[in-house]
T-cell receptor, first 113, second 114 residues
């Protein structure tokens, strides 16, 4: 039973445009959400996070939006750059399971020059 | 600054063999964990530790064993390798508390079980 789902395996956008990656979750106990980025042959790296007390968090070109009622979060990348081409994972955790992240399946983003 | 170091990077095993994947971190992190990455499945938690001497099971613990005798090291043991354990394995570490979710990952071990 997948508690965190990324239903789009891949996404292709033009350089300079917006990339929107989506993530849905089922466990209402999740209260902290993160996005990780992964290049081939490397480990994932932390990108941005959001607590359930917020509905938006920005860091430069990256913004994460959280819709608790829909159990949905999204990552916006504006403007997209070719170096953003990677696999993006969303992850979630619950207060009772600190440090125990549940990941989605990942979305492969390709940004075309 | 090494961060999280995993060895080996690649390994081929025969069914039934045992081996240990090594993981070491030099950031004095309390939390350490092991994930496996499979196509279409994302990253799944195998085992994790919130400090030396304390370990717990994740989503997919069967066939794996861990121990944490020091803060720095968190080895993952495959007791009797099976083809279903063919995967890429990632070790991660983090600070404690809610910041523990900001994991620092190693570069991975690609394991094939024939």
């Amino acid at each position: 039973d997948q508690q965190v789902k990324q239903n789009s395996p891949s996404l292709s956008v033009q350089e300079g445009r917006i990339s929107i990656l989506n993530c849905d979750y089922t466990n209402s106990m999740f209260d902290y959400f993160l996005w990780y980025k992964k290049y081939p042959a490397e480990g994932p790296t932390f990108l941005i996070s959001i607590s359930s007390i917020k509905d938006k968090n920005e860091d430069g070109r990256f913004t994460v939006f959280l819709n608790k009622s829909a159990k949905h979060l999204s990552l916006h990348i504006v403007p997209s750059q070719p170096g953003d081409s990677a696999v993006y994972f969303c992850a979630a955790s619950a207060p009772s399971n600190t440090g125990k992240l549940i990941f989605g399946q990942g979305t492969t983003l390709q940004v075309k020059p | 600054n090494a961060g999280v170091t995993q060895t080996p990077k690649f390994q081929v095993l025969k069914t039934g063999q045992s081996m240990t994947l090594q993981c070491a971190q030099d950031m004095n992190h309390e939390y350490m964990s092991w994930y496996r990455q499979d196509p279409g499945m994302g990253l799944r938690l195998i085992h994790y530790s919130v400090g030396a001497g304390i370990t717990d099971q994740g989503e997919v613990p069967n066939g794996y064993n861990v121990s944490r005798s020091t803060t720095e090291d968190f080895p993952l043991r495959l007791l009797s390798a099976a083809p279903s354990q063919t995967s890429v394995y990632f070790c991660a570490s983090s600070y404690g508390g809610r910041n523990g979710e900001k994991l620092f990952f190693g570069s991975g071990t690609q394991l094939s079980v024939l």
